[in-house]
């Protein structure tokens, strides 16, 4: 299994950015894939997860309304599309797997319960 992140870069207070996620060596619609930021010094903060199997998106109170996250079943590639970017969005984002079971849109910020991570991508926000 792999997950491959692009799509970070530097951008301006205000601006967007687009990272996807593509995903190989499982059948993606038995999978619900997050994105996490990652600061230094912090935990991993789920921003935003989408379950495959039935669309189901939620989002942190903090990205809610900004970001979204859609799936290319076709490219096998998850996205998140990021408007209107803050400074404090700055950070390593990483796209986590985890097998779309019952209850699991109930714990789907904590970090334990992804099998699969990506490598990371860094975006970085400038004021």
């Known amino acids: 299994v792999q997950l491959v992140e692009s799509g970070g870069g530097l951008v301006q207070a205000g601006g967007s950015l687009r990272l996807s996620c593509t995903i190989s060596?499982?059948?993606?619609?038995?999978?619900?894939v997050c994105w996490f930021r990652q600061t230094p010094g912090k935990e991993r903060e789920g921003g935003s997860i989408?379950?495959?199997?039935?669309?189901?998106?939620l989002y942190a109170d903090s990205v809610k309304g900004r970001f979204t996250s859609s799936t290319d079943s076709a490219k096998r590639t998850v996205y998140l599309q990021m408007n209107g970017l803050k400074t404090e969005d700055t950070g390593v984002y990483y796209c986590?797997?985890?097998?779309?079971?019952?209850?699991?849109?109930?714990?789907?910020?904590?970090?334990?319960?992804?099998?699969?991570w990506g490598q990371g991508t860094q975006v970085t926000v400038s004021s």
């Open positions: 986590a797997a985890a097998e779309d079971q019952v209850g699991l849109v109930r714990l789907w910020m904590m970090a334990s319960i992804y099998e699969y």
């Open positions: 060596g499982l059948t993606l619609d038995d999978y619900a």
């Open positions: 989408i379950a495959n199997s039935d669309e189901t998106k």
